[in-house]
T-cell receptor, first 115, second 114 residues
Framework: GESVGLHLPTLSVQEGDNSIINCAYSNSASDYFIWYKQESGKGPQFIID?????DKRQGQRVTVLLNKTVKHLSLQIAATQPGDSAVYFC??????????????FGQGTILTVHP | DAGITQSPRYKITETGRQVTLMCHQTWSHSYMFWYRQDLGHGLRLIYYSAAADITDKGEVPDGYVVSRSKTENFPLTLESATRSQTSVYFC?????????????FGQGTRLTVV
């Protein structure tokens, strides 16, 4: 059969727990940082973004934290549900300069929520 | 139907053949992107376009050609397919403007090169 060579970090949580997914970025020129969710067999879907001059932004059940000092981004999901099981990607976007509009993705994390 | 559509959904081709993957969006978004996603890995940017007739290389452009003669279409051509180009290809579009960070993705094209 097909060998599934999964190279992404994994996070397993129990339903109802809070989840924290981390991402390190490298481009200090990025103006926005974005989180996407990808369910099996589908394209990524936008979750939330944060502008580079902010350090925290909250959405519905999700919070994104940005630490520019250490170039670290995190996504916190409150009261995680089985439907949150997916691969989560961080992405960076430059809103100016020669790479205007370029959207690049970082490493993903596989989140598995157990009932 | 409104949205972003990719065709074909599945394609098997032989090494050395030219193959074109199609991407069409109905929102008149300025930006369009092509990514490849290898099994168990993230998305790598191949090419992107800020508007009709404006394209730029991404992280992995070698072996690929794009064009954007119309705002709504952004085809990706593999000039001479190789086995290493076996992957799932995603097209995306995004509106222009400061603060418009949400990109909308197609369902993907699974390409196998034999």
């Amino acid at each position: 059969g097909e060998s599934v060579g999964l190279h992404l970090p994994t996070l397993s949580v129990q339903e109802g727990d809070n989840s924290i997914i981390n991402c390190a970025y490298s481009n200090s020129a990025s103006d926005y940082f974005i989180w996407y969710k990808q369910e099996s067999g589908k394209g990524p879907q936008f979750i939330i973004d944060i502008r580079s001059n902010m350090d925290k932004r909250q959405g519905q059940r999700v919070t994104v934290l940005l630490n520019k000092t250490v170039k670290h981004l995190s996504l916190q999901i409150a009261a995680t549900q089985p439907g949150d099981s997916a691969v989560y990607f961080c992405a960076e976007m430059e809103a100016g300069g020669t790479s205007y509009g370029k959207l690049t993705f970082g490493q993903g994390t596989i989140l598995t929520v157990h009932p | 139907d409104a949205g972003i559509t990719q065709s074909p959904r599945y394609k098997i081709t032989e090494t050395g053949r030219q193959v074109t993957l199609m991407c069409h969006q109905t929102w008149s978004h300025s930006y369009m992107f092509w990514y490849r996603q290898d099994l168990g890995h993230g998305l790598r940017l191949i090419y992107y376009s800020a508007a009709a007739d404006i394209t730029d290389k991404g992280e992995v452009p070698d072996g690929y050609v794009v064009s954007r003669s119309k705002t709504e279409n952004f085809p990706l051509t593999l000039e001479s397919a190789t086995r290493s180009q076996t992957s799932v290809y995603f097209c995306a579009s995004r509106a222009a403007g400061w603060g418009n960070t949400e990109a909308f993705f197609g369902q993907g094209t699974r390409l196998t090169v034999v």
